[in-house]
T-cell receptor, first 113, second 115 residues
Framework: AQSVTQLDSQVPVFEEAPVELRCNYSSSVSVYLFWYVQYPNQGLQLLLKYLSGSTLVKGINGFEAEFNKSQTSFHLRKPSVHISDTAEYFCAVSVFSGNQFYFGTGTSLTVIP | KAGVTQTPRYLIKTRGQQVTLSCSPISGHRSVSWYQQTPGQGLQFLFEYFSETQRNKGNFPGRFSGRQFSNSRSEMNVSTLELGDSALYLC??????????????FGEGSRLTVL
C-alpha cells in the first residue's frame, strides 16, 4: 500500500523568504511523485512532477522539488515567496501500474507581508 | 481547450436525501476520477472510471456510486446522505495512457453541505 505524509500542516513565512514544504512517502513499488496547489475555492493545479531522470524537478511559479529515493522524500522549495503563493499544497504519488493517486493531507502555506 | 467542468458548484441537502454530481472531462480524456476532500481527511480517492468501466475503487461505503457515459462524462451519486458526507467533491480527468504518469486535471469541485 502507498501512503504520503506531509510533515507540516501549516507553514507561515514572510514575503521574499525561502520556504520548504516537506513530503515523505511509503510504497512497496516504484511510484511517480507530484505536487499540486489549491487556491481558495478552486480545484487542484499541478505544480511539478517527477517521473524519472534528474532528481531535481522544476515547476511553475518558481517552485522546485528534489526526489530522494533513499529517504523516500520529495520536498518542495521556493527561494523567495510572494503573497500570491498563499495556498494549500498537496504532495501525491501514483504507482507505475495504475492510475490511482494517493494524496497527503496538505500543507497550508501563508505568506506574511 | 475547456477544462474539467463540475456541476453543481454548491448544493445543500438534508440527511437521508440523495445527490448526483456531474463531471465533464477535458476533451479527449477518457479517465475520470472522483475524490472527497474534507478538512480532517484531506483528499480521499472514491473511484476511477475509464471507458465506462470502473477501474479502481477507494474505501467508501456502497452509498457512494458512480458511472461514466460513452462521451466520458461522469456522474457520482451519494444515497442516504449523512452529516459526514459534507465535503468538497473533486473530479479529475486524465489521458491514462502512461499508467500512473498521467497528470490529473481537476475541476473546481462541488461543495456539498448536508444538514
Amino acid at each position: 500500500a502507498q501512503s504520503v505524509t506531509q510533515l507540516d500542516s501549516q507553514v507561515p513565512v514572510f514575503e521574499e523568504a525561502p520556504v520548504e514544504l516537506r513530503c515523505n512517502y511509503s510504497s512497496s513499488v516504484s511510484v511517480y511523485l507530484f505536487w499540486y496547489v489549491q487556491y481558495p475555492n478552486q480545484g487542484l493545479q499541478l505544480l511539478l512532477k517527477y517521473l524519472s531522470g534528474s532528481t531535481l524537478v522544476k515547476g511553475i511559479n518558481g517552485f522546485e522539488a528534489e526526489f530522494n529515493k533513499s529517504q523516500t522524500s520529495f520536498h518542495l522549495r521556493k527561494p523567495s515567496v510572494h503573497i500570491s503563493d498563499t495556498a494549500e499544497y498537496f504532495c501525491a504519488v501514483s504507482v507505475f501500474s495504475g492510475n490511482q493517486f494517493y494524496f497527503g493531507t496538505g500543507t497550508s502555506l501563508t505568506v506574511i507581508p | 481547450k475547456a477544462g474539467v467542468t463540475q456541476t453543481p458548484r454548491y448544493l445543500i441537502k438534508t440527511r437521508g436525501q440523495q445527490v448526483t454530481l456531474s463531471c465533464s472531462p477535458i476533451s479527449g480524456h477518457r479517465s475520470v476520477s472522483w475524490y472527497q476532500q474534507t478538512p480532517g481527511q484531506g483528499l480521499q480517492f472514491l473511484f476511477e472510471y475509464f471507458s465506462e468501466t470502473q477501474r479502481n475503487k477507494g474505501n467508501f461505503p456502497g452509498r457512494f456510486s458512480g458511472r461514466q457515459f460513452s462521451n466520458s462524462r461522469s456522474e457520482m451519486n451519494v444515497s442516504t446522505l449523512e452529516l459526514g458526507d459534507s465535503a468538497l467533491y473533486l473530479c479529475a480527468s486524465s489521458l491514462r495512457t502512461s499508467g500512473g504518469a498521467g497528470e490529473l486535471f481537476f475541476g473546481e469541485g462541488s461543495r456539498l453541505t448536508v444538514l
